[in-house]
């Protein structure tokens, strides 16, 4: 029980944390997961694919640098990953 207080509680208000009202970056990258539905090619959906990865991108380095528990920090520094592998495939 001491590991999940220590792994899951906000360390400035002191309540268990694991997930939170999206931010900025978050929404910006939730509205392009919707435009996905409407362009499936072209230059459209390139440029939509990009702004929904520096959008999740900035939410996740800003996760790792600010999340309010390490819950959150360990789950920034996932999607940096999975992000950075998101951008090795749009370079392609």
């Not at 694991?18 to 990258?29: C, D, E, G, S, T």
């Not at 996740?60 to 309010?68: K, Q």
């Not at 520094?77 to 998101?86: C, G, H, P, R």
């Amino acid at each position: 029980m001491r590991l999940f207080h220590w792994f899951f509680r906000d360390r400035r208000t002191g309540r268990i944390t694991i997930a939170q009202l999206p931010n900025v970056p978050l929404w910006i990258f939730i509205a392009t997961v919707g435009l996905r539905v409407f362009l499936t090619t072209g230059t459209p959906r390139t440029v939509v694919d990009w702004i929904g990865a520096v959008a999740l991108g900035w939410w996740a380095v800003d996760e790792v640098a600010r999340g309010v528990n390490p819950w959150r920090r360990v789950l920034g520094a996932v999607v940096v990953v999975l992000v950075a592998n998101e951008v090795v495939g749009l370079v392609r």
